[in-house]
């Protein structure tokens, strides 16, 4: 006769501070035994509290005894600390972050949404995407800037064909093409990036317009009406010419992964620069401060539209 083994149980600690004793308190745990504490708070890809300031700290400990023992020091450390234990049971902490992934507007008018999940039934256009695969989720603001001015010049895509450098998941890709661009070109320097973006095409029957490589905007010879560049400020201020030698005359390149600090020496960087034939006009700026019908995020990013003049 056997006996059923039970399944192994996993506990944590959720205990919420205050934003500005999130490290002293993380700082707590790791001394206690955790072996892992993960932050949580209205930016993050899983939820923590509505209250501004306040985060929920998750603890990982390896048995119910650890996690036990350091709550009850928690308490003597700050009386004020209310932590309490949950479980995972099995296997499920596997799947357990899925719950709290659900469809969400990237614009106003596409609607992202994972594989285990069924589109809103008033979303009209849908992108199917596996997060955590890649960068590019659309939940971080860089990418949503990039989306929305997308979706905002959706009238000019039609027809058109898109170069998206540095394309992560290809979630910029396939906005482009959802609103009506021909077909997009996406590359990135990380070779792992070739196959989420093939797979992400096949999902949304986009394999026959979407097509990636692994490698460096060198690579590129064509010129293109849409040029997508989602990259660091650091990174971008190098490529101004090369991003001038891909981009079509009368074409659009649009810039994203600038912090608020960085946007006027970005400007300053692209608005009028001319290099191979073209010359550079500044024609919108998307600041996550902007607020409006959307609000990105607190990071404080900046993504820019700029016109390629020919001269």
């Known amino acids: 006769m056997t006996t059923a083994q039970a399944e192994p149980r996993y506990p944590t600690i959720h205990v919420e ?19 892992g504490v993960e932050e949580r708070d209205q930016s993050t890809f899983i939820k923590g509290p509505t209250t501004a300031g306040r985060v929920l ?41 899925k719950k709290y992934y659900e469809p969400f507007a990237l614009t106003p008018t596409v609607t992202v949404r994972p594989p285990w999940h069924e589109a809103p039934k008033d979303a009209a256009n849908v992108l199917v995407l596996e ?26 895509l039609p ?13 910029l890709s396939f906005v482009a093409v959802l609103l009506g661009a021909e077909r997009a070109v996406a590359f990135d320097i990380d ?9 992400n095409a096949a999902a949304n029957a986009m394999s026959d317009r979407v097509e990636v490589f692994a490698g460096t905007l060198d690579r590129v010879k064509d010129r293109y009406p849409w040029v997508l560049a989602n990259i660091e400020a650091k990174i971008l201020d190098p ?15 649009v810039l994203s992964g ?13 608005d009028g620069l001319s290099s191979h034939g073209v010359r550079f006009e500044l024609v919108e700026t998307r600041r996550t401060e902007t607020g409006g019908e959307r609000a990105y995020d607190k990071d404080g990013w900046v993504a820019l539209r700029l016109r390629a003049q020919k001269v």
Do not use: Y
Request: aromatic share 6%; hydrophobic share 45%; proline share 4%.
């Open 191 to 199: 070779p792992e990036v070739v196959h989420i973006v093939q797979e």
């Open 57 to 97: 700290l998750v603890a990982s400990f390896e048995d119910h005894a650890a996690a036990t023992e350091a709550s009850e020091t928690l308490v003597l450390n700050d009386p004020a600390l209310a932590p309490r234990i949950e479980e995972i049971v099995g296997d499920a902490w596997r799947d357990e972050w």
């Open 258 to 270: 600038i912090l608020l600090a960085e946007e006027e020496r970005m400007k300053t960087r692209f």
């Open 239 to 253: 490529l101004a010419e090369d991003l001038a030698r891909v981009t079509e005359p009368g074409g659009c390149l």
């Open 17 to 35: 501070v205050e934003e500005d004793r999130a490290d002293l308190v993380s700082g707590w745990l790791f001394e206690l035994g955790a072996t």
């Open 131 to 156: 997060p955590g695969r890649a960068f590019g989720t659309g939940l971080h603001a860089t990418t949503s800037l990039v989306a929305n001015i997308l979706d905002g010049a959706k009238s000019e």
């Open 159 to 171: 027809g058109k064909r898109v170069l998206d450098a540095g394309c992560g998941s290809g979630i």
